[in-house]
């Protein structure tokens, strides 16, 4: 049996609910979202998914321990303040944890600071450092670091640039970098 279907799982920062939609359409996954944000929390109502309106700074104490199979954090960490919190509370409520982010060590980055003198933006960066929602920029580097400091296991990396699989120079390549994880 595809360990995907019939999943539960839990989409923090879930935006208008898409993912879970296609979860449940597809896997016949079942789950909730969590948002913040009042429109796309009415995006999600709106999209038949089911959503919780709340902080994740908050935590996850809503949940209790082992609740979900999955839970996912898409594109989201670098907007949370508390990182090593809320990827301990992911490994607390789920067996497995997705988490994907921009690639702050991307070439293209680096150059811009390099030589720009700027803050990088791009088409997986799109906002200027004064707009942007971001809170914390980190490299593959950087969060492999964290996660082998803080006791989590990458079962699984995949590191993409434009839709394409970056296999050489992942951290340099690379524009967002997707992990599958689980507890130490």
Known sequence: MDRARRARV???????????????????????????DDAKVTACVKNDVNVLQMNLESGLSLFGDGSFDCVI????LQAVRHTEDILREMLRVGREAIVSFPNF?????????AFGGRMPVSRS???EWYDTP??????ISDFENLA???????????VLHEGATVGVLPNLRGSLAVYRMSAG
């Open 10 to 36: 839990l989409d923090l920062g879930c935006g208008d609910g898409a993912l879970l939609a296609y979860l449940w359409k597809e896997r016949d996954a079942h789950g909730y979202g969590v948002e913040i």
């Open 73 to 76: 954090l898409s594109q989201t």
């Open 105 to 113: 060590g991307h070439w293209s980055a680096r150059l811009q600071v």
């Open 125 to 127: 960066l799109p906002y």
């Open 134 to 139: 971001n809170v914390h920029l980190c490299t």
């Open 148 to 158: 082998r400091r803080i006791g989590l296991r990458i079962r699984e990396r995949v």
